[in-house]
């Protein structure tokens, strides 16, 4: 991975983020026609292309993020980029349609600027500089208007829950996640059937299916009713699950985030839900080092459904706590004291010990 800081922000760029960069300028450019002399600098500029255009959108999330308190963190990785504006405290619905919508103004921006640029200095039809003004504006414009579409976890989807809790007065993430896999649905039938465009569908049927499994699993987790008091574990399962939480939170200390989750992935593969559950935490608090409270919460609340610990429903706690759900962050610190949380250490703590008074 690549560090590096623009301003104010740090930026963190993901191999994962190059991969995908490098197959999208591929399938743009038709270079596996073209020489390995020619194509590799073509390669190597769209690549370059695809890095600046996301850049500029998460640059508009973190200016706004930063305006309104936050310490913003970038970060590019896999289809996109994300950007954690961290800030002080939950915004309010208004703010967070601004911090949503100011990515796409951005792309549309640099896509404009580009638009702006071909037209004052026309380059020669087909040549390499008209293909790269070609792609600033598909990737700024194009980008922007698919973000724009209310289906989390794009800026629409973030722009609709909003929306939601603005008018509903409550957290609205379940609701959000409901319409949003509908709505991605949609747009992959449509990506199939009239745009036949392939990667279009792929896209957005993975939207669908996972906006569909956070709506589900959050309106688990609203359900009040406890889970069955477990079997003690096994000495070998013991060993696993200390092994590779120690590996976790020496992963998330460094900010190894991929280290972690290959921890959290091995053991959501073991067997029982001793294992499991152990991996839904890790996964957890991943999110949640993430700055994805909503995320953090349901997974912490599917592992303290897997299995009661006390650890599970600290971390349910904060994120909710973070998320601004104070209620339902209350009712987790009560289960975690009933789970063996010290209730010394809690009041200690200067996040939950004011719920815990």
């Known amino acids: 991975m690549l560090r590096f800081r623009f301003g104010p922000f740090p930026v963190t760029v993901y191999v ?17 026609s073209l020489s390995t002399r020619d194509a590799v600098p073509l390669l190597l500029a769209y690549i370059a292309v695809v890095f600046v255009s996301v850049l500029v959108h998460e640059l508009g999330h973190a200016l706004v993020g ?8 970038i970060r590019l990785e896999g289809f996109g980029g994300v950007t954690y504006p961290r800030l002080q405290e939950r915004p309010s619905a208004w703010k967070q349609v601004v911090l949503s919508i100011a990515g796409p103004v951005a792309g549309l ?16 039809p087909g ?21 724009l579409l209310p289906v989390l976890p794009l800026d629409g989807g973030h722009v609709l829950q909003a929306l939601l809790e603005g008018v509903r007065r409550r957290p609205s993430f379940t609701l959000a996640s409901w319409i949003s896999a509908l709505v991605a649905a949609a747009v992959a039938i449509c990506g199939w059937f009239i745009l036949r465009a392939p990667f279009l569908t792929v896209w957005f049927a993975l939207f669908a299916m996972n906006n569909l499994s956070r709506a589900r699993l959050g309106s688990e987790s609203a359900r009040p009713s406890a889970p069955p008091p477990p079997a003690a574990p096994r000495d070998a399962e013991r060993l696993d699950v200390e092994r590779e939480l120690e590996r976790a939170r020496a992963a998330i200390l ?18 029982g839900p001793y294992r499991q559950a152990a991996g839904l935490r890790i996964r957890a608090g991943v999110e949640l080092a993430r700055g994805d409270n909503q995320a953090a919460g349901l997974h912490a609340g599917r592992s303290y459904t897997l299995w009661q610990t006390a650890d599970a429903a600290v971390v349910a706690a904060r994120a ?5 759900e104070r209620d339902r962050a209350e009712n987790w610190l009560k289960r975690a004291l009933e789970a063996g ?7 200690a703590d200067p996040e939950l010990g004011p719920l815990a008074r």
């Not at 921006?109 to 020669?124: C, D, I, S, Y």
């Not at 949380?341 to 009041?347: M, Y």
């Open 16 to 32: 994962s983020f190059l991969v995908v960069a490098a197959f999208l300028a591929y399938l743009w450019t038709g270079a596996g």
């Open 254 to 271: 460094a900010a190894d985030e991929d280290t972690a989750l290959s921890a959290a992935a091995l053991l959501e593969d073991g067997e």
């Open 341 to 347: 949380a010290p209730l010394a250490a809690v009041r």
């Open 66 to 73: 930063r305006a309104f308190g936050g310490a913003p963190e």
């Open 127 to 147: 040549s390499p500089v008209a293909s790269i003004l070609d792609l600033i504006q598909w990737t700024s414009v194009g980008w922007a208007v698919l973000n």
């Open 109 to 124: 921006g640099l896509g404009l600027l580009a638009t702006v640029a071909g037209r004052a200095f026309p380059p020669e």
């Open 320 to 324: 909710n706590l973070r998320a601004g």
